[in-house]
C-alpha cells in the first residue's frame, strides 16, 4: 500500500460485482489509503456490493442515478455523516439489449433517450450533487470508449451517449474548474464485464484488439484502475476536461 490517495474519500457508483471496473478502482484506491462510499442500485445488487464493500472496509449507500431523490438523498446522507468529498467515480452504463443487436437506425426514441441518461446525463446530475461536498476541490471521474468517436459494431447507440457523456466531460470541466474540481474521462479498452456481454460479438472486439493493439494485448481492469487513482490524486492536478486512453494504445491505429 502506497499514500497517493490518504486523507481523500472517494464516492464510486458503478460497483455490480468483482468484474467490474468500478471494483478494480474501488480496490486500487484502497491500495491507496483513500476512504471510500460504494453505491449500488435497487435491493437486487445490495448484497454483492455489500460483501465487496466488507473487504474494502466501506460505507455502501443506495443510488438508482435515474431517480434525483435518490441522488440527493446519497448527497444528504454524505452530509449529514459530516464527509467531505474528493473524487467521484462514475461508472455506469446502460443500454436496452435489442439496441445492441439491430442496426444503429433502428434505435426506437425510449431507448436513445434511456441510453442517454442512464449513460451521460447521470454524470452531470451527480457532478452536480457532489460539487457542493468537495469543499476542499477534486476529481470526477467517468468512464468512456472508443465508440465515441468511431464507429464500434454492435455499439450502436452506446456510442452516441459516449460522445454525449465526453462532451458533459468538458462542458462540467468548465462550469466546476473555478471551484477547483477537476473532471475527466478515462476511455478504456475492452474488458469483459457484465455490461460488455451485453454487446453481441464482444469476444471478437477483444481478438480484433489484440491483434492489433500497439501492446499486442487486451486491457487489465488494473491498468484503468492505476490511471484512475492517478487522475484522482494530486498528481492529476493540472489535468482536467481530458479523455485519456488507457487501451493498449488501440485508438491510434489506422489500418
Ligand atoms: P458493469 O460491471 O456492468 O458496471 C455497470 C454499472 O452500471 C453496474 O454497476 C450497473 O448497476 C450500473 N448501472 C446501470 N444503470 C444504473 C442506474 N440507473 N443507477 C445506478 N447504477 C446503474 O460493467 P463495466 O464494464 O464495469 O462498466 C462500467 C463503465 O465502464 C460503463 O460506463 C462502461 O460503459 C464503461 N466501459 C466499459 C468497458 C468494457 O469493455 N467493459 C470499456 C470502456 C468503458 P446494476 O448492475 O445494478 O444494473
Known amino acids: 500500500m502506497s499514500d497517493l490517495l490518504n486523507g481523500k474519500t472517494a464516492l464510486i457508483l458503478g460497483v455490480a460485482n468483482r468484474w467490474s471496473l468500478a471494483f478494480a478502482i474501488a480496490q486500487a484506491f484502497r491500495r ?5 462510499v460504494l453505491t449500488y442500485q435497487g435491493e437486487r445488487q445490495r448484497q454483492t456490493v455489500e460483501e465487496l464493500s466488507a473487504e474494502l472496509g466501506a460505507t455502501i449507500l443506495p443510488c ?25 467515480v462514475h461508472s455506469i452504463a446502460f443500454a436496452n439489449r435489442e439496441d445492441l443487436n439491430r442496426p444503429f437506425s433502428e434505435t426506437s426514441r425510449a431507448g436513445f433517450l434511456m441510453a442517454h441518461e442512464v449513460s451521460a446525463y447521470s454524470l452531470v446530475a451527480v457532478a452536480r450533487a457532489a460539487a457542493p461536498l468537495m469543499t476542499a476541490g477534486g476529481s470526477i471521474l467517468t468512464l468512456s470508449y472508443l465508440g465515441a468517436i468511431r464507429v464500434i459494431p454492435n455499439y450502436n447507440v452506446m456510442g452516441v451517449a459516449k460522445a454525449a457523456l465526453e462532451a458533459s466531460v468538458r462542458y462540467l470541466a468548465s462550469d466546476l474548474g473555478p471551484s477547483n474540481i477537476r473532471v475527466n474521462a478515462i476511455s478504456a479498452g475492452p474488458v469483459k464485464t457484465t455490461s460488455a456481454r451485453g454487446i453481441r460479438d464482444f469476444s471478437s472486439i477483444l481478438d480484433e484488439v489484440a491483434r ?19 487522475l484522482a490524486s494530486d498528481l492529476a492536478r493540472g489535468v482536467t476536461g481530458n479523455v485519456l486512453y488507457v487501451d493498449a494504445g488501440f485508438q491510434i491505429m489506422g489500418m
Open 32 to 36: 491507496e489509503n483513500a476512504e471510500l
Open 64 to 88: 438508482d442515478v435515474t431517480v434525483d431523490a435518490e441522488i440527493g438523498g446519497l448527497m444528504e446522507e454524505l452530509r449529514r455523516a459530516g464527509r467531505r468529498l474528493d473524487a467521484v
Open 212 to 230: 492489433r493493439a500497439p501492446l499486442r494485448r487486451n486491457t487489465e481492469p488494473a491498468e484503468v484502475a492505476d490511471t484512475a487513482v492517478f
